[in-house]
């Protein structure tokens, strides 16, 4: 596979409605995608996606994008011979840059589907067979009042999920209103909730009392933590330790987990129940597969986890890596149009009525096993 062209496009895809939750608000979202054209057994073209987020990893849209076109002098011109030479490339990439895990996730992707498209081998050939062939996914709700919650239920009473992810924010008063309605309606669901960092002053038995009072299955990054340091491992560990002696909620981490070294120190830490990979996050699927593995050979808990305005082309990114996983507890995205207001694939990717996807069609579909449609991107560049 002989690379020729790199391109980079930075966009804001428009959100349906805005989406909030406790470190931010989202009417758009800022997104990154690859184009890498490629010749070898046939021309063609292979996309990626990331989604930088400060607020996440401390990566932003134009760190990702200097990365990449710093990059492209090295990757331009240059001939991937095989599977092993593509990993292998990522890694002198990982090795440039160390802190840009999305653009590694974007370059990463990008080789796969052209990989994949140019030799005729599919995606699952080098990851793995896919141990699943359907997928349940959860509702994530967006940090709304109650009464905008009920009108949401109330338009949406068709619909009627297993799994019910609440963003949450600090005031627990508010989040136990949020919760009586949300129980009204899904008396049955699974709920955790998603504090993303605001809990970082909410008293453990307040926690407890939610955790009894509406049957909480997990919470995720409670409060927020930098660089994994000595001081974050510990408190992570103590939060963790106070949680399970009263309770049994488990502790997700998303923020806390941006490439497999954190996965490590935490589950070395005895820090984390749940890992929450998210594939633009973690650094790409091979990431998100070797995390999987690391914490899977510990006995921790996974989750495919997805950044509000994913695209199809990330979603089915996410959806082969939870196939070939097998075993996450949960799995969240593939909104595809339902939250965009025009998705980058003519066919998006989502589930249906009953939050399931089927995912069978990876055993033979080559690359990300969808199209995009490069005038709409051109249509929302920045």
Request: charged share 20%; hydrophobic share 45%; net charge negative.
């Amino acid at each position: 596979m002989f690379v020729k062209r790199v391109s980079i496009f930075q966009v804001n895809l428009p959100l349906r409605a805005s989406f909030k939750h406790a470190l931010i608000e989202r009417k758009g979202s800022q997104s990154l995608f690859l184009r890498i054209d490629v010749s070898g057994e046939s021309d063609c073209v292979g996309w990626g996606e990331a989604l930088p987020r400060d607020y996440v990893s401390g990566e932003t849209l134009a760190s990702s994008t200097a990365a990449l076109l710093a990059w492209r002098p090295q990757l331009e011109g240059q001939a991937l011979d095989s599977f092993d030479a593509l990993r292998a490339h990522c890694a002198s990439f990982e090795r440039a840059f160390p802190r840009e895990r999305c653009a590694l996730a974007a370059l990463e992707l990008a080789l796969l589907d052209a990989w994949s498209r140019s030799t005729g081998d599919t995606i699952c050939k080098f990851t793995g067979q896919l141990k699943k062939q359907n997928l349940q996914y959860s509702a994530v709700i967006s940090d709304e009042s109650p009464q905008q919650l009920e009108r949401l239920f109330s338009l949406q009473a068709q619909l009627r999920p297993k799994d019910i992810k609440l963003k949450v924010g600090k005031d627990i008063a508010r989040v136990k209103e949020q919760l009586a309605a949300t129980r009204r309606f899904y008396p049955d669901a699974t709920i955790r909730l998603d504090a993303n960092g605001a809990w970082q002053s909410v008293a453990m038995r307040d926690v407890i009392d939610v955790i009894h009072q509406f049957s909480i299955d997990a919470i995720e990054q409670p409060f927020l933590t930098g660089a994994v340091s000595a001081q974050d491992l510990a408190a992570l560990t103590t939060y963790r330790q106070q949680l399970h002696r009263d309770s049994q909620c488990l502790l997700v981490l998303d923020e806390s987990i941006c490439s497999v070294a954190d996965a490590k120190a935490l589950i070395d830490a005895e820090a984390v129940d749940i890992i929450n990979i998210k594939i633009s996050k973690i650094g790409g699927l091979l990431a998100a597969l070797e995390t999987h593995r690391i914490a899977s050979e510990a006995g921790i808990i996974c989750q495919l986890g997805a950044n509000v305005g994913e695209s199809s082309l990330i979603t089915n990114a996410g959806q082969i890596f939870a196939a070939c996983a097998g075993d996450l507890i949960y799995h969240e995205g593939a909104f595809g149009s339902l939250l965009l207001a025009e998705d980058v694939c003519s066919t998006p990717t989502m589930f249906d009525s009953n939050f399931s996807v089927n995912v069978e069609h990876f055993e033979h579909s080559l690359g990300w096993g969808i199209p995009v449609n490069q005038m709409v991107l051109e249509r929302f560049s920045r």
